[in-house]
C-alpha cells in the first residue's frame, strides 16, 4: 500500500511538473510569435521577407524583413554573426532598387517551390508584397538563375548595413 501511496505521489509530482512546464512553453511561444510577427513602426506587411534554412551542416539560418519605408527586421538562429533579433535602417534609394529589382527579374512569375528530394540542403525562401500583390517562392534545387542573384542582391544590402539595434538575445 506504501508503495501504491508514493507511486501515485511521484505520477502526480511528474504530471503537474509536466503541465506547467507546457503553460511555460506555450506563454514563450505566443510572447515570440507576436514580438517576431511584424515590424509594429511600419506596415503590416514587409515589401520583403528572406529565410535561408538550416542543413546538416554549418548554413547559415537567419530571416530577414524589410518594410517600404526602408525599416529591416533580422533574426540570426545559427551560424551567422549576428544571433538574435536586431533592427536597422536603410535609405529609400535602396528601397527603390529593391523594387525595381523585383520587377526587373519578374519576381511575380517564378514558381512557389524549387525543390529535391535531397533534405541536407539549405533553402531560401523569399516573399514579397509589392504593387498589392504578395507570391512565395522557396527555393532548395534547381532554381533559376535570375532568382540565385536576387538572392546575392539582398546579402549585399543586408551586409551593407552598418548599424543594427540589438532588440532582444
Not at 506555450?26 to 515590424?39: A, F, G, M, W, Y
Not at 542543413?55 to 527586421?73: A, D, K
Not at 535609405?91 to 529589382?101: G, L, S
Request: net charge neutral; aromatic share 14%; proline share 3%.
Amino acid at each position: 500500500m506504501v508503495r501504491m501511496k508514493s507511486s501515485f505521489f511521484i505520477f502526480c509530482i511528474i504530471f503537474s511538473s509536466c503541465s506547467v512546464f507546457q503553460d511555460r512553453i506555450n506563454n514563450n511561444e505566443s510572447h515570440i510569435s507576436n514580438d517576431l510577427s511584424l515590424d509594429n513602426d511600419s506596415q503590416n506587411f514587409p515589401l520583403l521577407k528572406m529565410r535561408k534554412t538550416p542543413c546538416f551542416g554549418q548554413c547559415p539560418y537567419f530571416e530577414v524583413s524589410i518594410f517600404s519605408n526602408g525599416n529591416v527586421q533580422y533574426e540570426g538562429f545559427k551560424f551567422v554573426e549576428m544571433i538574435g533579433l536586431y533592427k536597422s535602417k536603410i535609405d529609400v534609394k535602396k528601397i527603390a532598387q529593391i523594387e525595381d529589382q523585383i520587377r526587373r527579374i519578374d519576381f511575380f512569375s517564378f514558381n512557389e517551390i524549387y525543390d529535391s528530394r535531397v533534405t541536407d540542403l539549405p533553402s531560401i525562401i523569399i516573399e514579397v508584397n509589392l504593387d498589392g500583390k504578395n507570391h512565395k517562392v522557396k527555393g532548395r534545387y534547381k532554381m533559376p538563375e535570375n532568382f540565385k542573384l536576387f538572392t546575392k542582391f539582398i546579402d549585399e544590402i543586408i551586409t551593407e548595413i552598418q548599424v543594427w539595434n540589438n532588440v532582444m538575445n
